[in-house]
């Protein structure tokens, strides 16, 4: 009896998914385990592995934006004419057949969801590729590899390509104006939509500091070298930041609030949020209970959710219910910016790149390297005392980091 394979819960607040990619074809053999497609929710792209091994027959295509529970395929248990024979396993691979031969003499040629949906982007139908999958069928990597056909004459109408460009030729120069169209993914449409609430649901406001970095470049200077050699892993400056903010924390709380109806919820922990870049946009993976956490737990702790990001693994649990996020646009070279919260929180810390500048030192003036730091809050909550001053003890916390180290 054929196995239903479903799109899966992801999480409670997931009500809808796109499905991504195919990993395998129409009417292969999949074993248990094999990861067949890709999921993409708002917040995450998973992959989906087979329950069981085998055939496998897909009922929608990429692209196709589903429900949670929503049936993408079915599964054929057992050993069909798609799984390999043991006796043909030591056998030379014959040359796969071309094209199934129909009553009437003429050759057809069939295509999988996948590979169906790219020829007909390219202009093309799959009589015009030579398939290398079972009894001739065109796979995904045989449309991707396909060249599209030459201009038919003008007595002929071409068949319609899906628009993917707009394109513009001046006259005068020959010169041309080629405009790409794509679809927004999931995730960035998601992006948008929690940024503009967050600027019309709350009352916010950005206020800024700045911070000598000598001291904190000197001390992981001194230290780094035993640092990794305890640790195994480096000493970078966003532990130091996270330390920072939750020893900041423990006199300004309410910067690690957030409002609940007409309440306000003031968590006794710091579950840190550590903005990430990612090829499918920016995540926010959590690091929980960073209040307890040694630099070198912290440490790792990111090392792990970043990599997870940024290999598009990451999962919804690992980046719901932060308390307070930190974002470092410092790494794409940002001197200064206005960081918008992630809301339900109330705050959010933006770092930059340092930059040497002048700087007065015992009333002389000295170069040294300056970050500007940027607090983005939420008036509702936090007022200015309350925001400055959070910000205030972070810059005087990293200007002399032996405190955070002895708790003072």
């Known amino acids: 009896m054929a196995i239903e394979i479903k799109v899966p819960v992801i999480g409670e607040s997931v009500t809808e998914v796109t499905l991504v990619a195919w990993h395998k074809e129409d009417g292969e053999f999949v074993e248990e385990g094999d990861i067949i497609c890709d999921i993409e929710s708002d917040k995450a792209t998973i992959e989906l592995p087979a329950e069981e091994s085998g055939t496998l027959k897909i009922t929608v295509e990429e692209g196709t934006d589903l429900p949670i529970g929503a049936v993408i395929a079915t599964l054929e248990p ?97 010169i041309s104006r080629e405009v790409k169209r794509e679809g927004m993914t999931r995730l960035r449409k998601t992006i948008a939509k929690r940024l503009t609430e967050a600027k019309n649901s709350t009352a916010m406001l950005t206020t800024f500091n700045e911070v000598d970095m000598k001291p904190l470049m000197d001390m992981r200077k001194k230290y780094q070298d035993q640092f990794v050699k305890k640790h195994g892993i480096k000493l970078g400056f966003m532990s130091l930041f996270t330390k920072a903010c939750t020893i900041a924390m423990n006199n300004h709380p309410l910067v690690n609030a957030q409002i609940d109806g007409e309440d306000l919820l003031i968590p006794e922990y710091v579950d840190m949020g550590i903005a990430v870049s990612s090829a499918k946009g920016l995540v926010v ?5 960073s209040e307890s956490m040694t630099l070198a737990q912290i440490e790792s702790e990111i090392a792990r959710l970043a990599g997870k990001a940024r290999d598009g693994k990451i999962t919804v649990d690992e980046m719901n219910g932060g308390t307070f996020t930190i974002t470092n646009g410092g790494v794409f070279g940002s ?11 109330s705050a959010i810390l933006g770092m930059h790149n340092i930059v040497e500048r002048p700087w007065v030192v015992d009333g002389k003036i000295e170069v040294r390297p300056i970050m500007y730091l940027a607090l983005s809050y939420d008036h509702r909550v936090i007022d200015g005392k309350d925001s400055v001053g959070f910000l205030k003890t972070v810059k005087e916390l990293l200007e002399d980091p032996q405190r955070m180290i002895l708790d003072l």
């Open 78 to 174: 057992g050993e069909g004419d798609a799984a390999p024979k043991k006796e043909e396993a030591s056998k030379a691979p014959e040359a796969p057949a071309t094209a199934a031969v129909a009553d009437s003499g003429k050759t057809i040629q069939h295509a999988s969801p996948a590979a169906g949906k790219i020829l007909a982007e390219k202009g093309m139908d799959a009589s015009q590729v030579t398939g290398s999958g079972k009894d001739g069928r065109v796979t995904k990597g045989d449309a991707l590899s396909a060249s599209a056909p030459t201009q038919a004459p003008a007595s002929t109408p071409a068949r319609e390509a899906a628009p993917v460009r707009e394109a513009v030729v001046l006259s005068g120069g020959g």
């Open 285 to 289: 993976p959590v690091v929980r209970n």
């Open 335 to 345: 001197m200064l910016s206005t960081p918008i919260l992630n809301i339900p929180q």
